[in-house]
């Protein structure tokens, strides 16, 4: 099976636009998690979505959010972008979300100018 | 809240010989699952070794074993006949395996221990 795969792979804005990165799950996997991963913060959960649904969510402003497509494809977005947003934006899939394994994508690395 | 400690930022290892890197958590849960990822310099995080609470026995994989002390909260990697590339960052993980709605598809992370091997 192909592994997850996340596009672009890098990334470079400037302060006040927004981006949009996108998540591919291994095939037949419906939970998608993203993560941020920055020097200061480590790695931090952003939100999960199984069925084109927010499961759940961290502690990140509403400049932050996503979808899920019906083939359980997955996007974020951030708008209005910050010198702070800079980082490596992860993304995991999963079977269900519950107890099974998460499985990484490469990341999109995120350069705000 | 479940938390994640890594106490050790950098560590490194001759090669063929073993090293351990520490990790603790803190949680009131009883049932959770818990993992060692390895990022390499690519970015791309692996999945080194799985352990699930409620099993006594410590998880292997190959030249990976952990140390698993509930009562300690303490969840230590093991490896063996260090290889050069085994060279990366590696991150403990926790997941609760609660299905509350707080809990679903999300990993806690500690701040990473960076493996430095040597030939």
């Known amino acids: 099976k192909a592994g997850v795969t996340q596009t672009p792979r890098y990334l470079i804005k400037t302060r006040g636009q927004q981006v949009t990165l996108s998540c591919s799950p291994i095939s037949g996997h419906r939970s998608v998690s993203w993560y941020q991963q920055t020097p200061g913060q480590g790695l931090q959960f952003l939100f999960e979505y199984f069925s084109e649904t927010q499961r759940n969510k961290g502690n990140f402003p509403g400049r932050f959010s996503g979808r899920q497509f019906s083939n359980s494809r997955s996007e974020m977005n951030v708008s209005t972008l910050e010198l702070g947003d800079s980082a490596l934006y992860l993304c995991?899939?999963?079977?269900?979300?519950?107890?099974?394994?998460?499985?990484f994508g490469p990341g999109t690395r995120l350069l705000v100018l | 809240a479940q938390t994640v400690t890594q106490s050790q930022p950098e560590m490194s290892v001759q090669e063929a010989e073993t090293v351990t890197l520490s990790c603790t958590y803190d949680?009131?849960?009883?049932?959770?699952?818990l993992f060692w990822y390895k990022q390499p310099p690519s970015r791309q995080m692996i999945l080194v070794i799985r352990?699930?609470?409620?099993?006594?026995q410590n998880a292997t994989e190959n030249r990976f074993s952990v140390n698993f002390q509930k009562a300690a909260k303490s969840f230590s990697l093991k490896i063996s006949d260090s290889q050069l590339g085994d060279a990366a960052m590696y991150f403990c993980?926790?997941?609760?395996?609660?299905?509350?709605?707080?809990?679903?598809?999300?990993?806690?992370f500690g701040q990473g221990t960076t493996l430095q091997v040597k030939p």
């Open positions: 995991a899939s999963s079977l269900i979300g519950g107890r099974e394994t998460q499985y």
């Open positions: 352990q699930e609470a409620y099993k006594q």
């Open positions: 993980a926790y997941r609760s395996a609660s299905h509350g709605s707080g809990n679903t598809g999300k990993l806690i």
């Open positions: 949680t009131s849960e009883s049932d959770y699952y």
